[in-house]
C-alpha cells in the first residue's frame, strides 16, 4: 500500500465522535513533489496551486484506503470503527504525532524525519484496544526557516498560526474579498500556499509521492492566469471535476486569479480583467478593479472609472472603484 505508516495513538476525547473508541488510529499518505513547488513564483503570468491540490481530491482517495482497510480489520476483529478525512472534530495533527507519524512543526503542521512536510493524515477509530506507538519529539530546533518564508508573515510567533493572514485560507476558505493590504503578498497564488512546507529543511529527505492519482495533472502545473478569468460556472465545474479546488466554488476561484493577474504586471492580461468587471459576481467585479487598477496608467484607469463607477450598484465594488481610484493617485 502507499501508506507512510500505520500507528495506533492514545485517544483524545473521542466521546465526542463515538463512546466505544477503543484507540484512534492514524494514517499518512505522502504526497511529496518532485521539484520545488515554489519556481512557479518567478512565472508572473501563470497560476500557482498548491501541490495537493494538483491531482485528484484526495478527501476520497484517503477515505477509501481507509474503509478498505477498515473492513479486512472489522473482519478480523468483530469490532466496530468509523473513519475519517477532515469530516469531524477530530485533532488529527496532535493524535498524528502522538502516534508517532511526526511533530507539529513552527508552521503548525506535521513533519516527519522521513518525509518532510508533505502527506495527508487520515484516522480511524476502532473498538479495538491496539497497542501505542511511541510519540514523536520535536526536532525543529533553533531552525525559522518556515516562519521567515511566509509572504504574509503569517505566523505571530512560532508554532502559531493567524489564518487571517495565510494565503492558503484567504485563497480557500475566505468568502469576502481578500484584504488589500495582503494582495501584492499572494503573487501569483491562485489556490493555496506551500511556502512554510517547501522552506522546511527535512524536505530533503521526503521521497516523491507515488500515488497515481495525486499526481499533477498537466493543467494544473503551471496554468495561464488568463485562460483561468474566463472560467463560468460550468466550465470551472468542469475543468476541476474530481478535483478539491472544486469546492471552493467558481467565485472566489476567479477572484484569487483575477489577484494574481493585479500582480503580473502584464499589460497584456488588461482585457482578462476589464472583461471581469461585467460579471455577475461583486466579489469578482471588485477583484477585477484591483486587477485593472494595478495594470493601468492612472489616466486609463480614471477613463475606465468614469465609464463604469455608475453602473455600479453593490456597495463593495463601488467601494474598491474608490480605493483603487484614491492609490492610483
Known sequence: MTWMETHAARRAHPN???????????FGLNYGPGHDPREILKEK??????????????????KGKLKRLGQWLAHKTGSELKVFVDT???????????????????????????????FFLGAMLTQ????????EIDHC????????????????????????????????????????????????????CDDCLAA?????????????????REENRAPSLSGLASLDQESFRARFSKSPIKRTGRDRFVRNVLIAIGNSGAPSLVPDAVARLEDESPLVRGAAVWAAGELLSQDEFAKLAAEKFSE??????RAEWSAALTASR
Open 45 to 62: 503570468m501563470r497560476g500557482a496551486i498548491s501541490v495537493y491540490a494538483q491531482g485528484d481530491d484526495y478527501h476520497e482517495l484517503i
Open 312 to 317: 455600479e450598484s453593490d456597495d463593495g465594488v
Open 128 to 135: 479495538t484496544a491496539l497497542p501505542l506507538d511511541a510519540r
Open 141 to 192: 530546533g533553533s531552525c525559522r526557516a518556515c516562519l521567515d518564508a511566509c509572504p504574509t508573515d503569517a505566523f505571530p510567533a512560532p508554532y502559531q498560526l493567524d489564518a487571517r493572514r495565510c494565503i492558503s485560507y484567504l485563497t480557500i476558505e475566505h468568502k469576502g474579498p481578500i484584504p488589500r493590504e495582503l494582495r501584492k503578498a499572494i503573487g501569483n497564488r491562485i489556490y493555496g
Open 200 to 216: 522546511c529543511p527535512w524536505n530533503k529527505f521526503a521521497r516523491a509521492g507515488r500515488e497515481q492519482k495525486l499526481a499533477a
Open 88 to 118: 469531524a472534530p477530530l485533532m488529527e495533527k496532535p493524535l498524528a504525532q502522538s502516534a508517532g507519524l511526526g511533530w507539529q512543526g513552527k508552521h503548525t503542521n506535521l513533519v516527519s524525519r522521513e518525509h518532510g512536510s508533505w
Open 16 to 26: 465526542a465522535l463515538w463512546e466505544h473508541a477503543g484507540a484512534v488510529v492514524m
